[in-house]
């Protein structure tokens, strides 16, 4: 395969199927102009860039939808099917799973929530099941899908963890509900308190009161970067490690096409790799899980009270 082929190839496999509003007068990647503005699927990845913030990732958001539908219902069946004895194949299955992501949430959370243990399962569950996607081959979903669409051009990611969109809508939903949860347990006026009088209290005596706003200043500096960094990192984290994982499939499904040897070799490589990123989708999903669980601990912890 061609240097060039090989870098459209690669471009193509990272590039989302966008749906957005393209502006009168636009002209298109297969040359045409359009009359007047319309909302459409983008040809190209300069097409889904002009479409601008109001874009949508529709392969991100059917697959993401469909797996938590399919979390949703693999553990509703197994709970309608419960038996009260020795469990045996999914209910045994899922009985480990709850058990394990319960003790989890025991161990690192020392709070009355009920959210919490559910909150957790969820996100352990739905985010492993989009990370495993990522080890169907690159190339059959989307050829399928280009097929089912009668464009062999056409756009289609099957993995939603490796788009930012994905995961950093993930994080801020644990961010409004760490905020939420904050404001909850510590009140308004509370979690202001902690943003503005930690972690250096102003001084609330004599001459050194007139610094007093200079601390607040610098403490809301502190705690407003640590707080906003949070659902950043919490995000970015878990799309770089499947980006990353991502893109060496794909690198390796370039052997395939470079002869017999480099495709047998391709073979050996992509089965390793796939048995090192069962790991690595796991573990992430752990993180993601576990981290939540963290941030959700700091919120009902007052400061105040255990002082």
């Not at 957005?20 to 045409?32: A, I």
Request: with cysteine.
């Amino acid at each position: 395969m061609a240097g060039g082929s090989s870098i459209e190839y690669i471009q193509h496999h990272l590039q989302n199927w966008t749906y957005g509003k393209l502006p009168s007068g636009y002209e298109r990647y297969d040359g045409t102009v359009l009359q007047e503005s319309v909302w459409t699927s983008a040809l190209s990845s300069q097409e889904a860039k002009d479409m601008g913030f109001n874009a949508v990732h529709v392969d991100t958001l059917g697959w993401s939808i469909f797996l938590g539908a399919l979390f949703l219902f693999v553990f509703y069946f197994a709970a309608k099917r419960a038996t009260a004895g020795v469990p045996r194949g999914l209910q045994s299955f899922v009985e480990v799973v709850v058990s394990f992501v319960d003790t989890t949430v025991k161990d690192m959370f020392h709070f009355k929530n009920s959210m919490i243990a559910p909150m957790g399962l969820t996100i352990f569950c739905w985010v492993f099941l989009m990370n495993l996607m990522d080890l169907i081959p690159v190339d059959w979903l989307p050829v399928a899908a280009a097929k089912i669409a009668g464009d062999p051009n056409f756009y289609f990611k099957v993995v939603p963890t490796t788009d930012p969109n994905a995961t950093l809508g993930l994080a801020i939903g644990v961010f409004i509900l760490l905020i939420f949860f904050s404001i909850k347990s510590k009140g308004l006026l509370g979690f202001i308190k902690e943003l503005t009088f930690h972690p250096f209290a102003p001084p609330t005596k004599g001459f050194g009161i007139l610094l007093a706003p200079l601390f607040i200043i610098i403490n809301f500096t502190l705690e407003f970067v640590s707080l906003i960094a949070k659902p950043i990192s919490l995000g970015l984290r878990l799309f770089g490690n499947l980006y990353a994982g991502e893109m060496i499939f794909i690198l390796i499904a370039l052997m395939f096409g470079a002869g017999l040897f480099l495709g047998l070799f391709g073979g050996v490589l992509q089965l390793a790799w796939a048995i090192f990123h069962i790991l690595v989708i796991t573990l992430q999903a752990f993180v993601f899980m576990v981290l939540t669980i963290v941030y959700m601990s700091m919120a009902h912890d007052n400061l105040d009270e255990s002082h």
